[in-house]
C-alpha cells in the first residue's frame, strides 16, 4: 500500500460527502413535487407525458396499487426487450449485422436489464446492434434505476407519513426521477466523457491494420451515453466485453475517478433525503455513517490484500536472506493505467453499490482481495447499494435492529417516531431472508449438476467461489463477475435470469407491505425511553446486526470458498 493509494481514496471519500447534501437537497424537492432551476424546461415536458398516458398527478397510490404498477411496467419492459433482441438482425443501427439474441440469453438479458442487474452472459460489441444497445439496454438503465428509486421514495413515505392510506403515485415518481435527475446527469456527464476521448458515434466498426500486419476490428459506436447512466444508475453494463478496463469506456485517471463517483453519489445523496423527508437530517446522517464504516473496512481490506500480493510470487532482498510477499502487489488482471489503488477501490465500490462495472477482473484478485465484493453483495448491496435499493435495504435492517434494542431494553421499538410491531418485523426480516435463500440455494444447485460444473473455469475452493459469485452477483443485482466462469449456457442463462428475477422483485413485496403499514401508523413523540437513534450508539449496533446476520448465513459458504483458497495458497497449492 502507498501513501498515493491512500491519497485517492481519500479525495473519492471527500467527493462523495461534498455531494451528499447539496444532491439531497435537490431529490428531495424532486420528488416534493417543488420547483427547481430545471422546471422552467422540463416542467411542460412533464405535464406532457402525464396527459399522453393518462396519469393524474395529484392521484396517489395504496402500497398495493403502487406495488402492482411497478411490475406491471417491469413485465411490460421486459416483453419489450425481449422482442427487441430477437428481432434485431431485421431492425436498422445494425452496421456489424448483428444476428437475433438466442432465446435463452434474449431471457436472461431481458431480466438483467429489468432488474438494473445488467448481468451480460455475453460480448457486447458482438453480440447487440447501436438499435439494441440504445432503445433497449440504455433505455433500462435510465427506467429500471428510477424504479429503484421511486421505491425507495415510497418505503420513506411510509416512515414520514402520518395515519395515511397512499405512498405516491408510481408513474410521477418515476417520470421525475428520469426527468429531473438522471437525464440531466446523463447529459452533462456524457457530454464530458465525450471530451475525455469517448466514443459517441453510429459509424461502423474500424478495420486497422497492425504493425505486425495483422487486421484488426475496433468496435466503436454510442458509448458514452451509456457509460454515464450505468454509473450513476447503478447498473454496470458495460458496452464493451471489458467494460470499464476498455480505454473507449474509460480512457483515463480522470474519467476512472468521476466514474467511481458516479456509483455512489445518487445512493449516498438518499441517505440525506431520508433524513430531510422524517424531518430530522441526522437521521440520514446515521445512515450514511454506517454505510461510510462498512465501505471503508471493505475498501482497506480489499486494498491490503491486493497490496500485499499472491504468497506464489516472492521478492527477495539482495544478500537472497530475506524474503517477502509479492513485489508490487497483485496486478493480474489490473490494468496498468490504474493500478492496484483504484482497482480495489472500484471493486469495492462497484459490489457496494448494485453497478457490477469493472475497471479490473475480479477472478484474477487474491482469495481475501476477491472475498470482499462476495461479502458486500451478500450482504445486500446496502453499502450505498444501487440506486434506492441500497438505502431500502439498509432500513430493512435498521427495523431489525431497533427491534433488537428494544428486546435489550424491554419496550416496543420504535424508529423515526413509528412503533415497529410484529407485523414490520416479519415483512423486513422476510424481505432479508429472500436474498441468501436465492444465493446459497443456486449455488447449492450449481455445484451439484454437471450443467453448473462444466462452466467452471478452475477446480477447487476458487471454482466453487465463481459459482458463489455469480449468484450472489444475480440475486443482489449487481451484474459483476469472477470471469472465469462461462456463464453464457441454457443452465446459467435460465437460473441466473430467476436469481435476479427473484432478488428484485420478491424482496420489494414484503417491504412495499410494511411501507405501507408504517405509512398508517401515528407518530409517536420521543420519550425518556426512546432508543436514540441519531448517535454513535446506534451506528455501531446496525453496523453489528448487520455484520451478525451476514456472518451467520454466509461464513459457512465463504469457509469452503475463499477463505480455504486463501490458506491453500500461503502452503504453496493453487486453483
Given at each position: 500500500m502507498t501513501g498515493n493509494g491512500w491519497i485517492q481514496i481519500a479525495l473519492f471519500c471527500v467527493a462523495v460527502i461534498a455531494l451528499v447534501k447539496p444532491l439531497g437537497a435537490y431529490v428531495t424537492r424532486v420528488f416534493d413535487g417543488q420547483r427547481t432551476l430545471l422546471s422552467p424546461v422540463l416542467g411542460p415536458i412533464e405535464r406532457g407525458i402525464y396527459r399522453l398516458c393518462g396519469v393524474d398527478e395529484t392521484q396517489e397510490q395504496h402500497w398495493v396499487t403502487y406495488t402492482v404498477a411497478m411490475l406491471v411496467f417491469s413485465i411490460a419492459g421486459f416483453i419489450a426487450l425481449y422482442v427487441l433482441q430477437r428481432l434485431q438482425g431485421v431492425l436498422p443501427f445494425n452496421p456489424a449485422g448483428q444476428a437475433g439474441v438466442e432465446p435463452t440469453l434474449a431471457f436472461n438479458t431481458s431480466v438483467s436489464f429489468v432488474t438494473n442487474t445488467n448481468w451480460q452472459s455475453y460480448v457486447p460489441e458482438t453480440t447487440m446492434s447501436y438499435f439494441t444497445q440504445m432503445a433497449g439496454l440504455t433505455v433500462h438503465n435510465f427506467v429500471s434505476a428510477a424504479t429503484g428509486v421511486a421505491l425507495a421514495i415510497a418505503l420513506v413515505r411510509g416512515f414520514a407519513r402520518r395515519s395515511a392510506n397512499t405512498l405516491g403515485n408510481f408513474w410521477v415518481d418515476l417520470t421525475?426521477?428520469?426527468?429531473?435527475?438522471?437525464?440531466?446527469?446523463?447529459?452533462?456527464?456524457?457530454?464530458?466523457?465525450?471530451?475525455?476521448?469517448?466514443?459517441?458515434?453510429?459509424?461502423?466498426?474500424?478495420?486497422?491494420?497492425?504493425?505486425?500486419?495483422?487486421?484488426?476490428?475496433?468496435?466503436?459506436?454510442?458509448?458514452?451515453?451509456?457509460?454515464?447512466?450505468?454509473?450513476?444508475?447503478?447498473?454496470?453494463?458495460?458496452?464493451?466485453?471489458?467494460?470499464?478496463?476498455?480505454?473507449?469506456?474509460?480512457?483515463?485517471?480522470?474519467?476512472?475517478?468521476?466514474?467511481?463517483?458516479?456509483i455512489f453519489a445518487l445512493g449516498a445523496a438518499l441517505t440525506n433525503v431520508f433524513g430531510r423527508m422524517v424531518g430530522d437530517e441526522r437521521q440520514g446522517w446515521a445512515i450514511f455513517a454506517v454505510m461510510g464504516v462498512l465501505f471503508l473496512g471493505g475498501a482497506a481490506a480489499t486494498y491490503w490484500a491486493e497490496a500485499r500480493g499472491n504468497p506464489a510470487f516472492l521478492s527477495f532482498n539482495v544478500d537472497q536472506i530475506a524474503s517477502d510477499l509479492q513485489s508490487g502487489g497483485n496486478m493480474e488482471g489490473k490494468e496498468v493505467r490504474f493500478g492496484i489503488a483504484n482497482s480495489a477501490l472500484f471493486a469495492t465500490a462497484t459490489t457496494d453499490a448494485s453497478c457490477g462495472a469493472v475497471n479490473a477482473m475480479h477472478d484474477s484478485f487474491t482469495p481475501l482481495g476477491g472475498m470482499i465484493p462476495v461479502i458486500n453483495m451478500e450482504l445486500g448491496e446496502i453499502i450505498?447499494?444501487?440506486?434506492?435499493?441500497?438505502?431500502?435495504?439498509?432500513?430493512?435492517?435498521?427495523?431489525?435492529?431497533?427491534?433488537?434494542?428494544?428486546?435489550?431494553?424491554?419496550?416496543?421499538?420504535?424508529?423515526?417516531?413509528?412503533?415497529?410491531?410484529?407485523?414490520?418485523?416479519?415483512?423486513?426480516?422476510?424481505?432479508?431472508?429472500?436474498?441468501?435463500?436465492?444465493?446459497?440455494?443456486?449455488?447449492?444447485?450449481?455445484?451439484?449438476?454437471?450443467?453448473?460444473?462444466?462452466?467452471?473455469?478452475?477446480?477447487?475452493?476458487?471454482?466453487?467461489?465463481?459459482?458463489?459469485?455469480?449468484?450472489?452477483?444475480?440475486?443482489?443485482?449487481?451484474?459483476?463477475?469472477?470471469?472465469?466462469?462461462?456463464?453464457?449456457?441454457?443452465?446459467?442463462?435460465?437460473?441466473?435470469?430467476?436469481?435476479?428475477?427473484?432478488?428484485?422483485?420478491?424482496?420489494?413485496?414484503?417491504?412495499?407491505?410494511?411501507?405501507?403499514?408504517?405509512?398508517?401508523?401515528?407518530?409517536?413523540?420521543?420519550?425518556?425511553?426512546?432508543?436514540?437513534?441519531?448517535?454513535?450508539?446506534?451506528?455501531?449496533?446496525?453496523?453489528?446486526?448487520?455484520?451478525?446476520?451476514?456472518?451467520?448465513?454466509?461464513?459457512?459458504?465463504?469457509?469452503?470458498?475463499?477463505?480455504?483458497?486463501?490458506?491453500?495458497?500461503?502452503?504453496?497449492?493453487?486453483?
Open positions: 421525475r426521477c428520469t426527468l429531473y435527475i438522471l437525464l440531466p446527469v446523463a447529459v452533462v456527464v456524457g457530454m464530458f466523457f465525450v471530451w475525455q476521448g469517448m466514443p459517441q458515434n453510429l459509424g461502423a466498426y474500424t478495420e486497422a491494420t497492425t504493425l505486425e500486419g495483422a487486421k484488426q476490428v475496433i468496435a466503436q459506436g454510442p458509448v458514452a451515453s451509456q457509460e454515464v447512466i450505468k454509473m450513476f444508475g447503478t447498473n454496470g453494463g458495460g458496452f464493451f466485453n471489458t467494460n470499464s478496463a476498455h480505454p473507449f469506456e474509460n480512457p483515463n485517471a480522470l474519467t476512472n475517478f468521476v466514474q467511481i463517483v458516479l450505498f447499494g444501487g440506486v434506492g435499493a441500497g438505502l431500502y435495504g439498509m432500513l430493512l435492517f435498521a427495523v431489525v435492529a431497533v427491534f433488537v434494542a428494544g428486546l435489550m431494553v424491554g419496550r416496543t421499538p420504535e424508529y423515526v417516531g413509528k412503533k415497529i410491531e410484529a407485523r414490520d418485523v416479519k415483512m423486513a426480516m422476510l424481505a432479508i431472508l429472500i436474498l441468501p435463500a436465492s444465493m446459497l440455494g443456486f449455488t447449492a444447485l450449481a455445484v451439484v449438476l454437471d450443467a453448473g460444473l462444466a462452466a467452471r473455469a478452475n477446480m477447487g475452493p476458487h471454482g466453487f467461489t465463481e459459482i458463489l459469485y455469480a449468484y450472489t452477483s444475480a440475486t443482489a443485482n449487481n451484474g459483476s463477475a469472477f470471469a472465469g466462469i462461462s456463464a453464457n449456457t441454457p443452465f446459467y442463462n435460465t437460473t441466473l435470469g430467476l436469481a435476479m428475477f427473484i432478488g428484485r422483485f420478491l424482496m420489494i413485496v414484503p417491504m412495499m407491505a410494511m411501507a405501507g403499514s408504517l405509512a398508517a401508523k401515528k407518530v409517536v413523540p420521543a420519550s425518556a425511553g426512546t432508543f436514540p437513534t441519531t448517535g454513535g450508539l446506534w451506528v455501531g449496533l446496525l453496523i453489528g446486526v448487520i455484520l451478525i446476520i451476514g456472518g451467520l448465513t454466509f461464513f459457512p459458504a465463504l469457509a469452503v470458498g475463499p477463505l480455504v483458497e486463501h490458506l491453500a495458497l500461503q502452503a504453496g497449492q493453487a486453483f
